[in-house]
Each structure stands twice: as C-alpha cells, then as structure tokens.
C-alpha cells in the first residue's frame, strides 16, 4: 500500500475551521501548533466564526447568590437544566461581598459585564478569557448613588468596533419632588480605541430600570416610557444618537408591551396582560424603521399560567424559545417556553433574588492585544470540565 501523506496545514484548518468551539478545544492536545492556532490565532477564530454551519448558543444566567451558569440552547441537546448540559463558570477575580454580577450584553461569543455596577470586563465564557476595561467616569466617582439603569453591547463591521452603552442616573441630584427628571450619565466604552465617552442627548429617558438593549440595525434599542407615551428609545452606534421609534397602534386592547428582542433578523416586542398571563403576543417590524411594517407573528399559549408578577420585567425571546422569570422564597426559577411545542415548559431553579440572562454563541473570538498567556492552563481545564458536559 503506498504510504499517505500528510494533508496541507491549510487544508486541514479549512476542515477544523468548520467544526464547533467544543470539539476543537480537545484537539488543543494534539501539538503545540494546534494549540497556538486554536487558542491564539485572531485569523482562525474569524474563519471558524464565519465557516462553522451553526455555532452552538447557550443561555448564560448571572444571580446574586452568586452563581453563574450556562444552559444549552441547541435542540439536539437534553432537556432545559438536565444537570449533566449545565456548566457551572467562574471568574477569575474576586468581587465585593454581596456584589453582583451584571451581564450588559454579547455579540460573537464575547460577553461584556459589570461587577460591583463600577467594573467592567470582556470575557469569552467558552475560553475562559477575561480581561478589566479601564475605569469609566462613574466608576471613577466612586459614588453609590449611581447605578447602571439601561445598558447595551454592539457591534460595527465597518470599523470592526465592539462598544458597551451604560446610562447611569445619579439619585443624589434628584429633589423631593419624584416629578423631576432624573440626571443620566451616558458613556460608551470602543474596544478599538480602549477609551470611554460620554455621550450628550435630547432624547428624554424613562427606561425601565437594569434593562438591555437590543441589537438591530448597528443600533441598540429599549422601551422608553417618556411623558406617559410608550415608544422605542434607539441609539445609533456609528452616528453615535439616540433617536425615537414608533411602536405599533394596539388599540387600547388591555395589554403592555414588556420587552424588545430579535426574531429571524428583525426587531420584535412581546405583549401580555396585568394578572394571570395566559399568553404572550410577539409582533415583529419586518422593514427596519417602517412603522407600518410592524406584524404579529405568533401568539405563545402559556400552560399553567403565572401570575403578572411572575413574568415581571424578565422576558427573554430566543429563535426558538421565550424564557420568564418567577421569583420565589427558594429563589429564581427560570422557564422555558418552546414556540413549537408551547405545552412544553421546562424549567431550572438558581439561587438569589437578581438576575439578569444573555443568550451567547460560543466561539473562540478574542481580543489579540488582551490575550492573557497566563490563563491558559485554566481555559484548559475550564473546557476539560466543560467538554464532559
């Protein structure tokens, strides 16, 4: 038999670039090369962003306890919280006594967070890696009547830019008069150029309080409730402004629109009623800024119904499953409710009283000049663990 010969590096990293960020974490092993291009080669992890058919996305959820976890959102996986896809993560810092962990956002596997609501970081949950953004302004006033009101991750192609939006209020310049407008800080951190800026608007804000924006369009978008009318408050990352969006004409048929998300490309809004919430409208704007354009696309039966309370504020819709929230005395107790087959519920319980989740894509996307050599044994053994799973 004639001897075969090795395949060409590059053919063989055309194959690799098409398999999932799990199985090409055990061929790390294999060599040194193998290791170096999977974790470290910025070029390799673009070409398997862009060549794998289908990265796996999974649901990644931060409470108070503390705990953080990571849930499967992929159908060929076992059912929602079966423990043995649930990945138990840390982080490899320390934060405050009581401090939370609090997700702002992902775009292409890299998650943005903030600790402490006055450190923020940049970490890819697949890989381990984590790297401390430099201090903004109101980290930097050490002042804690500030919070992170309303937040939101994008991303620019044309300029290859990720940027975090957090809009601070500052309470202790607010007056007795609960009528009075609060004042808002708004910074927006670039990945590129590493820096922090404040960002000036006209728009007035009434966002519900530590909601994320929606990525559509290069523009994060939130429901502003400003002067007692409900529309869409959006900020345009490349012009760097807010402006407004007009929702849909409802008619006054008993329901609240409760919150923004992404379905099949395009920006949606979920809508129910106050008290038993039986059902949950998703009405979806199939041309980008025309108003008329806004379409109901399914009406989600909900088995079982909860109380209002127990869908609250936290409503999450995924392509293929709308998450709720119910709080109780044992904690947070996380529902899922698959759009195909709405009977189905499937629910996992955390620990806590906050929480806050964010829907990610696992992948080995990093920032070259973040990349921390010396982690690399954790990442090894963070995916060793996870690979199990």
Not at 316 to 341: M, P, Y
Request: aromatic fraction near 12%; charge should be negative; glycine fraction near 4%.
């Amino acid at each position: 038999m004639a001897e075969t010969e090795d395949l060409p590096e590059e053919i063989i990293l055309n194959i690799f670039s098409r398999l999932p960020v799990k199985s090409l974490i055990r061929f790390t092993s294999v060599s040194k090369r193998l290791h170096f291009i999977i974790l470290s080669d910025p070029k390799f992890a673009q070409s398997q962003l862009k060549a794998a058919p289908r990265l796996s996305r999974r649901l990644l959820v931060s409470t108070d306890a503390p705990q953080l976890e990571s849930l499967p959102l992929d159908a060929d996986t076992p059912s929602f919280g079966d423990p043995y896809s649930v990945r138990k993560l840390t982080l490899p810092f320390l934060h405050q006594p009581g401090g939370y962990v609090q997700l702002l956002g992902s775009c292409n596997g890299l998650v943005f967070l903030s600790v402490d609501k006055k450190f923020y970081y940049v970490w890819n949950p697949s890989l381990g890696f984590v790297k401390k953004l430099p201090e903004s302004y109101v980290s930097l006033s050490n002042r804690e009547s500030e919070s992170n009101v309303f937040y939101g991750v994008g991303y620019l192609s044309a300029t290859d830019d990720y940027t975090v939006l957090v809009a601070s209020y500052d309470f202790t310049e607010l007056q007795l008069d609960i009528t009075e407008d609060m004042s808002s800080i708004v910074e927006m951190f670039s990945l590129r150029t590493h820096t922090w800026e404040r960002i000036e608007s006209s728009v007035g804000f009434n966002v519900e309080p530590y909601c994320q924006g929606t990525l559509v369009n290069d523009a994060l978008h939130w429901l502003n409730f400003y002067d007692d009318e409900q529309e869409i408050v959006c900020f345009d990352l490349a012009a760097k402004e807010f402006r407004g969006m007009w929702l849909p004409d409802f008619n006054n048929d008993g329901k609240s629109i409760r919150s923004l998300g992404v379905c099949e490309g395009c920006l949606f809004v979920s809508r129910y009623a106050e008290g038993v919430c039986d059902s949950v409208d998703l009405w979806v704007m199939r041309e980008y800024g025309v108003s008329d354009s806004w379409t109901m696309l399914f009406c989600l039966k909900v088995p079982d119904p909860p109380v209002w309370r127990a869908f609250g504020r936290k409503l999450l819709v995924v392509e293929s499953s709308t998450f709720a929230v119910n709080w109780s005395v044992e904690g947070c107790q996380l529902i899922r409710i698959d759009h195909k087959e709405n009977r189905k519920v499937d629910q996992y319980m955390l620990k806590g009283i906050l929480m806050c989740m964010v829907e990610y894509e696992e992948s080995l996307l990093w920032i070259s000049c973040y990349h921390p050599v010396e982690h690399t044994e954790q990442v090894l053994e963070t995916h060793h663990k996870a690979s199990q799973s």
